[in-house]
């Protein structure tokens, strides 16, 4: 067995060779060295700080006891003893939150839960079980996000036989639910590691990608409908769209599912900031 040693931000790192193409971990410990969670080589944490504020940073493997956190390296009992004595809470920051999803279902883990309540069901009808409590799961979410809001404008990426084009909906005076409505066969809903609700929905012709955002107060009716003309001819620029529209993935994921979100996307740290 070989190791490598080499400079890498301003740590003398350790590493054995044999493993050095398979995928690295990043741990995260406390003090007293018990493990927290692991994240993948350059993904993300959220670091919320005792005052309120909460910022995300991307974070690199250097070897099994160092890692950089957005452009500082640290040994990893460093970091823990640190964020013990700030008050941070640190967690992992995925790249996007799943509402509900029908795409890509693991049979063999429903399977196995399964099969405890229902021992003599056929491999195809704990599919067809499996099926019918996730729909049902669908409903719970809608009820879940049965809160009302505004005008919520839908910008569809729409996938035809024949290519892809731009597409929009209104909807008028709606309620957050009527978002996670399709008419695909399969469907996930989520909110993105920018606050972005979004959906990815398949048919047979291809795929469909949407991006819900809530109407300003400020926008006027000449502002919308020259927005809608540009997104419908596949024109709108995002800045644009951020002029008359507003996220609304970090409330509902604030609001009803607890989930946290940066203080500001200006204080974020992306992957390229750190190279």
């Known amino acids: ?34 493990e927290k969670f692991r994240i993948s080589d350059g ?22 006891y160092h890692m950089l956190i957005g452009r500082n390296a640290f040994h990893i009992c460093e970091f823990a003893e640190l964020a013990d004595k700030l008050g941070l809470q640190i967690s992992p920051f995925p790249e996007k939150r799943v509402i509900w999803s029908n795409i890509d279902l693991n049979f063999d883990d429903w399977k196995k839960d399964l099969k405890e309540e229902y021992p003599d069901l056929s491999e195809s009808e704990y599919y067809e079980k499996m099926t019918e ?3 049902m799961y669908l409903d719970d979410e809608r009820a879940n996000l049965d809160i009302d809001c505004d005008d919520i404008i839908c ?8 290519g892809r084009v731009s597409g929009y909906k209104v909807l008028e005076n709606c309620k957050f639910s009527d978002c996670l409505k399709t008419e695909c066969e399969h469907a996930e809903w989520f909110v993105d590691r920018d606050g972005e609700l979004r959906s990815r929905e398949i048919h047979h012709d291809g795929t469909n990608y949407i991006l819900y955002r809530a109407f300003k107060e400020d926008a006027s009716y000449d502002d919308r409908n020259d927005l809608i003309e540009k997104i419908y001819e596949g024109k709108a620029t995002q800045k644009e769209i951020d002029r008359f529209t507003e996220k609304i993935g970090i409330k509902l994921g604030e609001l009803v599912y607890g989930w946290e979100f940066p203080t500001k996307e200006k204080e974020r740290v992306s992957e390229r900031d750190t190279r």
């Open 1 to 34: 067995m070989g190791y490598t040693v080499e400079n890498k931000y301003g740590v003398l790192a350790v590493n054995d060779s044999e493993n050095s193409e398979k995928p690295k971990e990043i741990r995260f410990i406390t003090p007293e060295y018990n």
């Open 133 to 135: 409590l996730n729909d």
């Open 43 to 64: 993904e993300q944490i959220l670091i919320s700080y005792p005052e309120g504020t909460k910022k995300a940073f991307a974070c690199r493997y250097i070897d099994e």
């Open 155 to 162: 910008i569809g990426d729409i996938g035809r036989w024949n």
